[in-house]
């Protein structure tokens, strides 16, 4: 009453009483004990471990090598420690005008540590936890209030064949028998998590505008402008648009930030703001490496090549040259006129103050820009008073809104980007890579699965 129990095997022997296998599923070979073996098991398989093996074993030699390794830069090091430490989250300052650690038994869920979303995402991990005990619950209950046989399906083992009959015949009879406790089961877990996760929805929304209610934060200060024309770079926007929203107003503007679509240079422009940054540390002027032995001597230039570490003697002005040339590149496209200006010049020139305005002269905006009041009251007159739109450099229908999201929870690359076109070609791609993920799933792993399932 089964089929013989030999993997891989697509057609039993049935001239004999044990389990073995008259011929065997693609990819496998039949040997003399009844056996389906996988033929594709060979030494191949050896050296590969053997590899894995030497692999790891370099590994641990590495960590341990930069473990025993002195310190040659202590104040860097003290540096690196100290800028570890800073990250750290801390509580606000107190009486003595320290800023402690958060002790390890703090609520994460009720708990605003490190902003709403850490909060909100804590919840979302006990709202998971709490709806897999209810779906274990209700398996528990039926199979203890209803028939005490739930807890035994699937979980009786085989032995003789006549055992594995009767075993069967049981099984059988069984399943059909409670099937209604299956359907109900599936009833009960797929409404009562619909209602759990409205629930869930409500709740974090709560949770959310109450921090927010409780909780000022930059956000509270700021309205965003809808609908700005594309203005050029040479113009004083931040200063007219200043100047408009305080005429139509009446409320004091403390500055005005103007999305600039600047996302085909993101890269260059965010490198040329982190070495600004980097320049105004002070820091010892690069030293030659210590002599080393021949091996760590090749660990070293490893780590330099998958660190990006430059090199003493020139990499630096070499990488230089090539972001100068991706950045003329690109400006052709957009400013034919700034990209022939700044052609012709050497590196040190090119990435002078000079050329960078020329390059932030000749971007444009975007839809959005960013107005700063002095408080919260005045955001809100101010959206009130141009709830119906105005006008900026020809331009009709532009709008003042509030905002949920905090400044550097933004992407400020991407403004001038989000045309009905574009997220819907964004849409399409993000669904696109789901599919395709899903379906690499089902011919990779699910399909020889189905396939050994339904030849057994």
């Given at each position: 009453?089964?089929?013989?129990?030999?993997?891989?095997?697509?057609?039993?022997?049935?001239?004999?009483?044990e389990d073995r296998c008259a011929i065997c599923q693609a990819?496998?070979?039949?040997?003399?004990?009844?056996?389906?073996?996988?033929?594709?098991?060979?030494?191949?398989?050896?050296?590969?471990?053997?590899?894995?093996?030497?692999i790891l074993a370099i590994a641990v030699i590495w960590i341990?090598?930069?473990?025993?390794?002195?310190?040659?830069?202590?104040?860097?090091?003290?540096?690196?420690?100290?800028?570890?430490?800073?990250?750290?989250?801390?509580?606000?300052?107190?009486?003595?005008?320290?800023?402690?650690?958060?002790?390890?038994?703090?609520?994460?869920?009720?708990?605003?540590?490190?902003?709403?979303?850490?909060?909100?995402?804590?919840?979302?991990?006990?709202?998971?936890?709490?709806?897999?005990?209810?779906?274990?619950?209700?398996?528990?209950?039926?199979?203890?209030?209803?028939?005490?046989?739930?807890?035994l399906l699937g979980t009786r083992r085989f032995g003789t064949?006549?055992?594995?009959?009767?075993?069967?015949?049981?099984?059988?009879?069984?399943?059909?028998?409670?099937?209604?406790?299956?359907?109900?089961?599936?009833?009960?877990?797929?409404?009562?998590?619909?209602?759990?996760?409205?629930?869930?929805?409500?709740?974090?929304?709560?949770?959310?505008?109450?921090?927010?209610?409780?909780?000022?934060?930059?956000?509270?200060?700021?309205?965003?402008?809808?609908?700005?024309?594309?203005?050029?770079?040479?113009?004083?926007?931040?200063?007219?648009?200043?100047?408009?929203?305080?005429?139509?107003?009446?409320?004091?503007?403390?500055?005005?930030?103007?999305?600039?679509?600047?996302?085909?240079?993101?890269?260059?422009?965010?490198?040329?703001?982190?070495?600004?940054?980097?320049?105004?540390?002070?820091?010892?002027?690069?030293?030659?490496?210590?002599?080393?032995?021949?091996?760590?001597?090749?660990?070293?230039?490893?780590?330099?090549?998958?660190?990006?570490?430059?090199?003493?003697?020139?990499?630096?002005?070499?990488?230089?040259?090539?972001?100068?040339?991706?950045?003329?590149?690109?400006?052709?496209?957009?400013?034919?006129?700034?990209?022939?200006?700044?052609?012709?010049?050497?590196?040190?020139?090119?990435?002078?103050?000079?050329?960078?305005?020329?390059?932030?002269?000749?971007?444009?905006?975007?839809?959005?820009?960013?107005?700063?009041?002095?408080?919260?009251?005045?955001?809100?007159?101010?959206?009130?008073?141009?709830?119906?739109?105005?006008?900026?450099?020809?331009?009709?229908?532009?709008?003042?809104?509030?905002?949920?999201?905090?400044?550097?929870?933004?992407?400020?690359?991407?403004?001038?980007?989000?045309?009905?076109?574009?997220?819907?070609?964004?849409?399409?791609?993000?669904?696109?890579?789901?599919?395709?993920?899903?379906?690499?799933?089902?011919?990779?792993?699910?399909?020889?699965?189905?396939?050994?399932?339904?030849?057994?």
């Open positions: 009453c089964r089929s013989c129990v030999v993997d891989g095997c697509q057609e039993c022997d049935h001239t004999v009483l990819g496998y070979v039949l040997k003399e004990d009844g056996k389906c073996h996988f033929k594709y098991f060979g030494s191949w398989v050896y050296y590969l471990s053997g590899a894995i093996c030497l341990l090598d930069m473990h025993i390794r002195p310190c040659t830069n202590p104040v860097g090091l003290q540096h690196g420690l100290d800028s570890r430490e800073s990250m750290k989250l801390r509580q606000a300052m107190d009486a003595t005008g320290e800023r402690e650690l958060w002790p390890l038994t703090t609520n994460l869920m009720t708990k605003m540590v490190a902003g709403p979303g850490m909060m909100l995402h804590f919840n979302f991990q006990a709202a998971l936890i709490v709806w897999a005990v209810f779906i274990a619950l209700i398996w528990i209950c039926l199979a203890q209030f209803v028939d005490e046989r739930l807890w064949p006549r055992e594995n009959c009767i075993l069967v015949a049981w099984g059988y009879e069984v399943q059909n028998e409670l099937m209604w406790t299956k359907v109900l089961f599936l009833w009960i877990a797929y409404l009562g998590s619909f209602a759990l996760w409205f629930t869930y929805a409500v709740m974090q929304l709560r949770a959310f505008q109450n921090v927010d209610y409780q909780n000022k934060t930059m956000k509270d200060f700021v309205a965003m402008i809808v609908g700005l024309p594309a203005l050029s770079g040479d113009k004083p926007v931040e200063e007219d648009l200043k100047a408009k929203i305080e005429a139509l107003t009446g409320e004091a503007v403390v500055g005005v930030s103007v999305a600039w679509d600047f996302q085909e240079f993101d890269e260059e422009i965010s490198k040329v703001l982190k070495d600004e940054i980097t320049a105004q540390i002070p820091t010892d002027p690069p030293r030659a490496p210590p002599e080393m032995n021949p091996l760590r001597q090749k660990f070293y230039n490893f780590e330099k090549t998958i660190f990006g570490l430059p090199d003493i003697d020139g990499g630096v002005e070499s990488e230089g040259s090539e972001a100068y040339g991706e950045i003329l590149e690109k400006l052709k496209q957009v400013n034919p006129e700034a990209a022939e200006r700044l052609a012709g010049r050497s590196l040190a020139e090119a990435t002078g103050p000079d050329s960078m305005k020329a390059l932030m002269l000749s971007l444009h905006t975007s839809p959005r820009a960013f107005v700063v009041f002095n408080t919260q009251e005045a955001m809100e007159s101010a959206v009130e008073k141009l709830k119906d739109g105005f006008e900026f450099e020809g331009a009709e229908g532009l709008t003042l809104e509030t905002l949920t999201a905090e400044p550097d929870t933004v992407q400020w690359a991407n403004f001038g980007h989000a045309s009905p076109q574009e997220k819907a070609m964004k849409l399409a791609a993000g669904f696109g890579i789901i599919g395709l993920a899903c379906l690499f799933w089902a011919i990779v792993f699910y399909a020889p699965y189905a396939y050994y399932v339904m030849t057994f």
